[in-house]
């Protein structure tokens, strides 16, 4: 079994900073792709930001400048600094982390369990 454990969401002004954490834990052979998503209310999930195992990056256009992923592979743990925030950054962001079990040929993506962000003044 392998949790997902996200922490850094809360409350910020426009313009703001904020930093997520999400550490992976449990039955873990190796990670390959990590990364955020958000929801915000009435809206389908999008894709924030991922990153590689080898550390390729790729972002949303509307994400692009204003937040950088990161990723520890000795602490399992991805990061999401995001700058400049707006009222529209205001979701839930979920982490994932696509997990590979065993040393066999699969991955598979597991979830964290969300953590709010509002962007208000």
């Known amino acids: 079994q392998v949790q997902l454990v996200e922490s850094g969401g809360g409350l910020v002004q426009p313009g703001g900073s904020l930093r997520l954490s999400c550490a992976v834990s449990?039955?873990?052979?190796?990670?390959?792709?990590m990364g955020w998503y958000r929801q915000a209310p009435g809206k389908q999930r999008e894709l924030v930001a991922a990153?590689?195992?080898?550390?390729?990056?790729n972002y949303a256009e509307s994400m692009k400048g204003r937040f950088t992923i990161s990723r520890d592979n000795a602490k399992s743990t991805v990061y999401l600094q995001m700058n400049s925030l707006k009222p529209e950054d205001t979701a839930v962001y979920y982490c994932?982390?696509?997990?590979?079990?065993?040393?066999?040929?699969?991955?598979?993506?597991?979830w964290g369990q969300g953590t709010q962000v509002t962007v208000s003044s």
């Open positions: 990153i590689t195992s080898g550390g390729s990056t």
């Open positions: 449990g039955k873990i052979f190796s990670i390959n792709a």
């Open positions: 994932y982390a696509s997990v590979k079990y065993n040393s066999g040929r699969f991955f598979y993506d597991n």
